[in-house]
DNA sequence: ATCATTTTTGTACAGGCAGTATAATGAATC
DNA sequence: GATTCATTATACTGCCTGTACAAAAATGAT
């Protein structure tokens, strides 16, 4: 994305924030960017396109920094999982996006219908796994019922608390006890059993062709970032980090990746003795090893 | 409202389950219900205030069936209560109010912002006021989190379900999954003592000069309704639906009413031994007594 | 039945927006 | 220096909202 292209999604950003997305016109977002008409198309087909684009911005940088708390914690600490969710609660807020999501939530165009439909559901799905790491696989076919809870619980209780509190209150003590009441409310359904969704379903509304190529590259990209930081400045260890960006772009590119060199690349990572290092190339590993599995068995 | 009105308020209702909201002008309103232009602005002074006017013809619609469920019977039975929410949620898949709801939740338009603000806290607050039947006035101070947890659990679970089975589950089992979830949960708030809300701040989300009249209003004619049902057709007691009737006119009416007048008549109605009319009497002369302690109250 | 008042209609108009088309301009590349 | 490409300015179509107003129709009172 051009320099240029993205200012104008920060300058339409910034208008959506103040005026709102209906209200704010392709002309206001033309005067404001200091752009042409002819650029304006040139680069979105449609206001709807360049909202999508938008989305698109914020959802990644919120998904480095999810992994970035992430990174080399343990993954069943709830502690952990809190923070996750105040910094992105804090990024909603700061950045409008409960707003901005729900004026265009329901849409007339099919494109962003779904296109909005695929990020809620990815949402779920990270609440699904997270819960997963923090209550265990026992309770795994009550999660995604939970999840979906959850999700509702707390959208409903921080835009009830924020009409009592103007923006003053603090978000992290709704989060904690939000957080609470999904804890003890797991325990309860184990007990009772009942089930509304299999979490198998996330597979049928995520279809393969989006999961594993977009999961993948952002889980990619969120290890490999944790084993960046895992190199100090050393000469030794820069060849390390050529043979990283050399494997996230080979897995990252379209045309089919080489294997054996990708392999390579691996094991000689395993070279680096760092604690740190070996638990999150074991990570890396494993989804690449995934990775080709299913590419494998996609193609016979 | 006209006939005429109404009708265009239907027509276009069906304009917007079929195309949505934003994707109908007003122009295809116009033909659709053959009328003119200068008869549509003569009725609604934007697409906004026809859209309020269909929004307050169904709430109307449902709280007239959600007590037309209650009359007779116990508030605290928890089966009424779902039969109430399966009534209210099979009607809004009906009207499609689900989608509409969202599709204009967030406006730019601050008069159609609040109104529908205003409609989902009515909706919090009936659901708070049901739990409070349901569950007793000791859990009191927890009931608000729980209502409001409550619709947004039962909203993203209703939403969910849909995605999955397109349409044709039945909400009926997503709808107790839900309430045996909250049921649970309040007796789990109660002993961990958490509070986000305090029930209190309904008043102040809904001026006086809006809930003490609509509520009223409501509460009124479902009584009175509750009422007529336990007449038979006797002579004798056409006198008592007159008497109810009466009453029921000379509060709503906007003019100020004669105390006295209604109180004697409430007295009247009193010589009806019937079982069912003394309970709903008892409620009737309650929130009337309320009702001017309160004025008297406003006027010194 | 007649007259006055209100409602409705048809039509025209101003102003705004989305999206397309195109010729002129500018800058970088080869 | 010529070519290519993104960019600009501008004009244009078509659709929409909301206003205005005079003619026609319906309503209601006498």
């Not at 009441?181 to 325990?187: A, F, L």
């Not at 999961?211 to 970032?225: C, D, P």
């Amino acid at each position: 994305m051009t320099d240029r292209k993205q200012l104008v999604v920060n300058k339409a950003h910034q208008l959506f924030m103040e005026k709102g997305f209906q209200a704010t016109s392709i002309q206001d977002i033309i005067d404001f960017s200091g752009i042409s008409k002819g650029t304006f198309y040139n680069y979105f087909s449609s206001k709807n396109e360049l909202l999508m684009a938008i989305f698109t911005s914020l959802h990644q940088r919120i998904d480095e920094e999810r992994n970035r708390l992430l990174v080399g914690q343990d993954p069943s600490d709830l502690e952990i999982f809190i923070k996750q969710l105040e910094m992105h609660m804090e990024f909603n807020r700061r950045n409008k996006l409960f707003t901005l999501f729900e004026e265009v939530f329901i849409s007339n165009d099919p494109a962003l219908k779904q296109f909005l439909e695929r990020i809620q559901i990815l949402y779920i799905r990270w609440i699904y796994n997270r819960f997963v790491d923090i209550f265990g696989k026992i309770k795994q076919p009550f999660l995604l019922d939970c999840a979906i809870m959850f999700t509702g619980m707390l959208h409903h209780n921080i835009h009830f608390h924020f009409l009592a509190n103007q923006m003053d209150g603090n978000i992290k003590k709704v989060i904690r006890y939000t957080v609470h009441r999904i804890e003890k409310m797991v325990d309860e359904i184990e007990i009772s059993g009942d089930q509304l969704l299999k979490p198998s379903i996330l597979e049928k509304w995520l279809p393969d062709c989006y999961t594993s190529r977009e999961a993948l590259e952002k889980k990619l990209s969120g290890i490999v970032l944790a084993l960046k930081k895992c190199l100090t400045d050393n000469k030794e260890q820069l060849k390390y980090l050529e043979l990283l960006d050399f494997i996230q772009d080979e897995i990252i590119q379209a045309k089919p990746p080489r294997k054996y060199l990708v392999q390579s690349a691996l094991f000689t990572l395993g070279n680096n003795q760092e604690e740190n290092w070996k638990v999150e190339l074991r990570k890396l590993e494993e989804i690449i090893g995934e990775f080709f599995s299913k590419k494998e068995n996609d193609e016979s």
